[in-house]
C-alpha cells in the first residue's frame, strides 16, 4: 500500500486544519488506518485510528473531542479534521494502515500497522 500525506501548513492557536492521506491500492476496504504524529525530539505518537469498515474510532487523549477521523472508501482517502489546534499539536503527522482481517483490533501502536506516509508538517503557532 502506497500512502501519500497532505494539507499539512502553518496556522494560529485556536484554528483549523484538515490533512489527508490518498491510499494506492485496491484494498482499502480491508485496512484498519491511523495518524501517528512525531514532534522534534519526541517519540512517534499515536494520534487517532479508524477500523476497515470505519465503525471503530479511537483518539489518543491529547486530542480527544478536538481532532475528528475519517474515511472515504469511494476516493480511498483517509482524513484527520483538527479544530481548536495548540501549539503542542505542531508536529509532522504521519498515515499509517494494515491490511486485517475485519475482526482485527485497532492498533495504537506504531508496530500494529505496516504501511507509512512520508508525513506532513503541521505548525501552530501561538
Known amino acids: 500500500v502506497q500512502l501519500q500525506a497532505s494539507g499539512g501548513g502553518l496556522v494560529q492557536a485556536g484554528g483549523s486544519l484538515r490533512v489527508s492521506c490518498a491510499a494506492s491500492?485496491?484494498?482499502?476496504?480491508?485496512?484498519?488506518m491511523a495518524w501517528f504524529r512525531q514532534a522534534p525530539g519526541k517519540e512517534r505518537e499515536f494520534v487517532a485510528g479508524?477500523?476497515?469498515?470505519?465503525?471503530?474510532?479511537y483518539y489518543g487523549d491529547p486530542v480527544k473531542g478536538r481532532f475528528t477521523i475519517s474515511r472515504d472508501s469511494d476516493k480511498k482517502m483517509l482524513y484527520l479534521q483538527m479544530n481548536s489546534l495548540k501549539p503542542e499539536d505542531t508536529a509532522v503527522y504521519y498515515c499509517?494502515?494494515?491490511?486485517?482481517?475485519?475482526?482485527?483490533?485497532?492498533?495504537?501502536?506504531?508496530?500494529?500497522?505496516?504501511?507509512w506516509g512520508q508525513g506532513t508538517q503541521v505548525t501552530v503557532s501561538s
Open positions: 479508524i477500523s476497515r469498515n470505519g465503525r471503530n474510532l
Open positions: 491500492t485496491f484494498t482499502f476496504s480491508r485496512l484498519n
Open positions: 499509517a494502515a494494515k491490511n486485517v482481517i475485519l475482526t482485527a483490533p485497532l492498533g495504537t501502536r506504531r508496530e500494529d500497522y505496516t504501511d
